[in-house]
């Protein structure tokens, strides 16, 4: 079992920044992936990016591309998701992942979610 504890979330105006962290206990050795999803009102939760734990490999939406970066800290077994100038169209619940196969297929676990509010 992994658990998943993010924080981080606010309100920034347009162009701020924000970072995210996703705390995991349980186990996340190998080739394990975390990552983060999104979901604003009225719409399906979306990608945003993930890494590979052994690799440390990343991959980004579109969307997000040149403006977020996911990294991660073997030693505290969290994952932190840079949110550099952000717009309004980011503003959403934004959840931590994980699991050991590739996101697209499926997640395994899920945080309880933190509020990302992008103000214009």
């Known amino acids: 079992q992994v658990q998943l504890v993010e924080s981080g979330g606010g309100l920034v105006q347009a162009g701020g920044s924000l970072r995210l962290s996703c705390a995991a206990s349980g186990r996340t050795a190998g080739n394990y992936r975390m990552g983060w999803f999104r979901q604003a009102p009225g719409k399906e939760r979306e990608f945003v990016a993930a890494?590979?734990?052994?690799?440390?490999?990343?991959g980004y939406a579109d969307s997000v591309k040149g403006r977020f970066t996911i990294s991660k800290d073997n030693a505290k077994n969290t994952v932190y998701l840079q949110m550099n100038s952000l717009k309004p169209e980011d503003t959403a619940v934004y959840y931590c992942?994980?699991?050991?196969?590739?996101?697209?297929?499926?997640?395994?676990?899920w945080g309880q979610g933190t509020q990302v509010t992008v103000s214009s």
């Open positions: 992942a994980a699991g050991s196969r590739p996101f697209v297929v499926g997640v395994d676990y």
């Open positions: 890494i590979n734990w052994s690799l440390s490999s990343t």
